[in-house]
């Protein structure tokens, strides 16, 4: 039986529909339900690598997690990576397939991607018994509704009821909802078969004169009042959201500071949740008007365009003000962008990232990196080899992640490597990743989730915390970093689910009601 499809759209970007879509997966999912989660099109630097070394966004990765199925590219078969404000590197079904402008993409590719799409979808519906579909942005841009193949096309193509959610913590929630119907046809209008009111705080029994107003203007139910949930944490989309808050969790023993880079091209930033988890760090993102300050640990992060990224750290100051940490003994790590930014020189001969054919770096590590064409994307194993004082203890710890990026990096005579990979892309390997300083305050890698491993971690955070004067701590084996995400989207689930009609929802799938298994 070819599966249910549900699909969420929203009046704007940013109001919540990724978090939503993965609150409907883990909801079906415990109801008993074969689901997988769809996006069409999704433009975000915070992209992942399948199994099979395909390429996706980030945030059908997170929804996969929800269904608790394994991620796969026609989850998400468009991702555009910014490379500019009107070009984007196209990555169709996990591989790129080159840099597009904006009008060209639109105008000239879209009847290509529409089958991509088409095709990607059908295989989903064949394997699953529901799908549910996140669109982008808001379906009432006009200017791209002729052409778009993420909201509206996607939804007549799936024949499925859209569910428009708002933002109500930014303000002008009811306004968004009424004005986004306005703006789209009477066709795609009947298509939406109800409302969220997403991010609610306060007292909801004195919103209830708004959802009688909405209801009565847009002639659509409320489906619910989804409330601004706190206490715990779903993976962000594809930027860092402004209210993100720095937690104050400072414990009894003491805490660390972690100083990351905000670049103007920060990818694949979710590699940092797991120490802003911790109950000993304080992790703070500097570059976007934050103090670089003294923190216990700088750490550069990947970027989509690193030649640019590393132009901003030295016209910015962050650059000198990260050498000056240096120098006073404030240690240093680099992930993929981040890692190649810490060496001697970057080369880019065939104007891979950028026009600018070469670049110093920081002279951190005694390294070298030339861009080339060909992407490496890979999940890989591997283990640390490295030594000094960030890797004290840490020898030998076990590594899975991922790889991806287009630069090759050499290491001059005499420079270590961090890591050793066992294994890439399933096959057995022995490969060295990243390299250490000489005096064992950086290191840098290719390999993105490093810091979910929590042995690797904990090792890391306490090298820091006895530099600082402060007693080491034993890891938390209450909860493992996979555990605490299932955790929390057990709770996202109960939110949801708590406020949502979910009797409405499984009507509209054409399924008969369900509670909870």
């Known amino acids: 039986m070819k599966a249910k499809v549900i699909m ?3 009046t704007a970007s940013h109001v919540g529909k990724s978090v939503l879509v993965a609150a409907l997966c883990r909801i079906f999912v415990q109801d008993g339900y074969r689901v997988a989660p769809f996006k069409s099109q999704n433009m975000a630097l915070n992209s992942f690598v399948t199994k099979d070394g395909g390429e996706m966004g980030r945030a059908q990765v997170v ?32 591989k790129p397939i080159g840099n597009l402008s904006a009008q060209h993409y639109h105008l000239d590719y879209g009847p290509k ?37 993420v909201n509206m096309r996607i939804a007549r193509m799936a024949d499925a009821p859209v569910l428009l959610a708002a933002d109500i913590d930014k303000g002008g929630a009811l306004a968004s909802v009424v004005g986004t119907l306005e703006l789209i046809s009477p066709e795609d209008r009947d298509r939406v078969k109800g409302i969220i009111i997403n991010k609610f705080r306060g007292d909801l029994s004195l919103f209830q004169p708004a959802v009688d107003f909405l209801e009565q203007k847009t002639g659509k139910p409320v489906l619910g009042v ?26 009894e023993s003491g805490h660390v500071e972690v100083a990351v880079v905000h670049l103007p091209h920060i990818s694949n930033f979710t590699d940092f949740d797991p120490l802003e988890d911790e109950p000993d760090v304080r992790l703070n993102y500097i570059g976007r008007g934050n103090r670089l ?16 990224d590393l132009y901003f750290l030295k016209r910015s100051g962050l650059a000198d003000g990260i050498l000056r940490l240096k120098r006073e003994g404030t240690p240093v790590i680099g992930i993929c962008g981040g890692f190649q930014m810490l060496g001697r020189e970057l080369n880019d001969p065939d104007h891979t990232e950028s026009e600018i054919p070469r670049i110093e770096g920081l002279g951190l590590l ?3 990196t030339t861009f080339y064409s ?9 283990e640390v080899v490295g030594e000094g004082h960030l890797l004290n203890g840490a020898r030998g710890c076990r590594i899975t992640g991922y790889e991806i990026h287009m630069g090759r990096t050499e290491l001059a005579a005499g420079t270590n490597p961090a890591f050793r990979v066992n294994k890439s892309s399933g096959r057995e390997v022995s490969a060295p990743d990243g390299a250490v300083s000489g005096d064992g305050l950086v290191f840098g890698t290719y390999i993105h989730g490093i810091f979910d491993e929590d042995q690797f971690r904990r090792c890391l955070i306490n090298n820091l915390r006895r530099k600082k004067g402060l007693e080491p701590l034993s890891i938390n ?8 995400r299932n955790r929390d989207f057990d709770k996202l689930a109960a939110v949801v689910r708590g406020s949502l009609d979910m009797d409405k929802i499984y009507h509209l799938l054409g399924l008969p009601e369900h509670s909870q298994q």
Do not use: H
């Open 8 to 10: 969420v759209q929203g």
């Open 63 to 94: 929804q996969a997690e929800a269904a608790c199925v394994d991620p796969s590219v026609d989850m998400n078969p468009i991702l555009l990576k910014p490379t500019g404000n009107a070009s984007s590197q196209v990555v169709v079904l996990g």
């Open 113 to 149: 991607a529409l089958k991509i799409i088409e095709g990607a979808l059908s295989r989903l519906r064949k394997a699953y018994d529901i799908i549910v579909i996140e669109g982008a942005g808001s379906p009432a841009e006009v200017n791209l509704q002729k052409n778009e193949i």
């Open 226 to 251: 989804v409330p601004y949930f706190q206490g715990f944490r779903v993976q962000e989309e594809d930027t860092i959201s402004e209210d993100r808050q720095v937690a104050e969790q400072v414990t």
């Open 293 to 308: 300050g003294k923190p216990d640990l700088v750490i550069i992060p990947g970027s989509k365009n690193t030649i640019e």
């Open 366 to 368: 005694d390294i070298s």
């Open 374 to 382: 060909e992407k490496i994307t890979s999940q890989v194993e591997a």
């Open 477 to 484: 084996s209450s909860m493992t970093a996979v555990e605490q």
